[in-house]
């Protein structure tokens, strides 16, 4: 049984249609980089996972089961997500930020909270800054820390909507490292990235988004050494040249 499934996924915003039947399964420890160009449908498609978004038709399935079936704070608790700019509380320290969901979500208490924290801080590389605010921050260490409150969670699947895309070129690296490791814990992850050396490297599969349509899905070497369709060809192509082969 898949961990996640999408099942002919639809939906509008007004007249206009953002995602056109969307269907495809990932299993425990795959780690699926959702690619294309802009207004395809790729972070509509992440935040209908954990429901900030909702479908008009066909169904999202988590361990088998509809997530419509689901409560939804327990869904976010299972399906953490990582946000393009941060979203962390300016006046929290970068503790206080991992910790407020592990006590307001998993009921623990303060000490433990603070411990589980800061082994949390400690596996993103950021044990030294616990008592930092968000603005003593670099950007990449801000992203760190919306990782470390995400993985808290103790979630079955993590998203990520463009975690990079806000950062200096600079800083992007160290995100990035960061979610290798994490992919090679086995942490199941559904990626949307314009990081071609990430989606090369570490993705199982690659799925390519053309006009909320899923245009082309398979393992990165399919997309990027013989495509099935000259959309995808062109796409990655102009992606590379953009941003590099590389990470940073």
Same mark, same amino acid.
């Given at each position: %049984?898949?961990?996640?499934?999408?099942?002919?996924?639809?939906?509008?915003?007004?007249?206009?249609?953002?995602? *056109?039947?969307?269907?495809?399964?990932?299993?425990?420890?795959?780690?699926?980089?959702? =690619?294309?160009?802009?207004?395809?449908?790729?972070?509509?498609?992440?935040?209908?996972?954990? +429901?900030?978004?909702?479908?008009?038709?066909?169904?999202?399935?988590?361990?088998?089961?509809?997530?419509?079936?689901?409560?939804?704070?327990?869904?976010? *608790?299972?399906?953490? %997500?990582?946000?393009?700019?941060?979203? /962390?509380?300016?006046?929290?320290?970068?503790?206080?930020?991992?910790?407020? @969901?592990?006590?307001?979500?998993?009921? %623990?208490?303060?000490?433990?909270?603070?411990?589980?924290? +800061?082994?949390?801080?400690?596996?993103?590389?950021?044990?030294?800054?616990?008592?930092?605010?968000?603005?003593?921050?670099?950007? @990449?260490?801000?992203?760190?820390?919306? =990782?470390?409150?995400?993985?808290? %969670?103790?979630?079955?699947?993590?998203?990520?909507?463009?975690?990079?895309?806000? /950062?200096?070129?600079?800083?992007?690296?160290?995100?990035?490292?960061?979610?290798?490791?994490?992919?090679?814990?086995?942490?199941?992850? /559904?990626?949307?990235?314009?990081?071609?050396?990430?989606? +090369?490297?570490?993705?199982?599969?690659?799925?390519?988004?053309?006009?909320?349509?899923?245009?082309?899905?398979?393992?990165?070497?399919?997309?990027?050494?013989?495509?099935?369709?000259?959309?995808? @060809?062109?796409?990655?192509? *102009?992606?590379?040249? /953009?941003?590099? @082969?590389?990470?940073?």
């Amino acid at each position: %049984m898949s961990l996640l499934e999408f099942d002919d996924v639809y939906k509008s915003y007004g007249n206009e249609e953002v995602l *056109r039947g969307i269907s495809f399964e990932m299993d425990v420890g795959d780690v699926e980089v959702v =690619i294309g160009p802009s207004g395809s449908g790729k972070s509509t498609m992440l935040r209908c996972v954990n +429901r900030l978004t909702d479908i008009d038709d066909g169904d999202i399935l988590l361990d088998g089961e509809s997530i419509y079936a689901r409560n939804e704070n327990e869904l976010r *608790r299972q399906v953490g %997500m990582v946000f393009q700019g941060f979203n /962390l509380f300016a006046h929290l320290t970068a503790l206080e930020n991992v910790t407020l @969901g592990l006590r307001r979500v998993r009921g %623990m208490e303060k000490e433990e909270a603070e411990a589980d924290a +800061r082994d949390h801080l400690d596996r993103v590389g950021l044990a030294s800054q616990a008592d930092s605010y968000p603005a003593e921050l670099s950007g @990449g260490q801000q992203q760190r820390v919306g =990782i470390a409150r995400a993985l808290a %969670m103790d979630p079955e699947l993590l998203l990520f909507d463009e975690p990079t895309s806000a /950062l200096d070129p600079e800083l992007i690296g160290e995100v990035v490292e960061v979610m290798r490791d994490l992919a090679n814990e086995g942490m199941t992850m /559904l990626v949307v990235t314009h990081e071609m050396g990430f989606a +090369r490297s570490t993705a199982s599969t690659i799925t390519f988004l053309d006009e909320g349509k899923v245009a082309e899905r398979g393992p990165p070497e399919q997309l990027f050494e013989n495509p099935q369709h000259e959309r995808t @060809g062109q796409f990655l192509q *102009r992606l590379t040249k /953009l941003h590099g @082969g590389g990470d940073e």
